[in-house]
């Protein structure tokens, strides 16, 4: 389900999956398949986390990241999380063959 919010949103982020939902800056990006299919990926992720060990480890991870990188966008680019998303964000197969747990290769 997508939803639209133009005040949830920090100026650089366009989208916010938080299982089931994808939150998106504004209506035109919906015809974004790429940025829709990043979405997914995470939706997965949360699923086979069970949503509330996602964000845990999302943040954990993130402060971690920010002590290696000390920039708050190259934490956030390095996530696990992210990195399988980016690199597979324009493969509209991905979710359907994605193994479990994929971002683990993504450490």
């Known amino acids: 389900m997508i939803i639209f919010s133009k005040y949830l949103f920090h100026s650089s982020f366009n989208a916010l999956a938080v299982w089931p939902f994808i939150f998106l800056k504004n ?3 919906k015809f974004d398949d790429v940025l829709i299919n990043h979405e997914r990926i995470h939706l997965q992720q949360q699923k086979e986390m069970l949503w509330l060990l996602f964000f845990i480890w999302y943040i954990l991870e993130f402060l971690v990241k920010l ?3 000390k920039q708050p966008i190259e934490a956030y680019r390095n996530l ?5 998303a980016y ?3 324009m493969d509209f197969n991905y979710i359907r063959k994605r193994k479990y747990w994929n971002f683990i290769n993504f450490l």
């Open 87 to 89: 690199k597979y964000e």
């Open 27 to 29: 209506k035109n990006l």
């Open 80 to 84: 696990s999380f992210e990195r399988e």
């Open 67 to 69: 002590i290696i990188y």
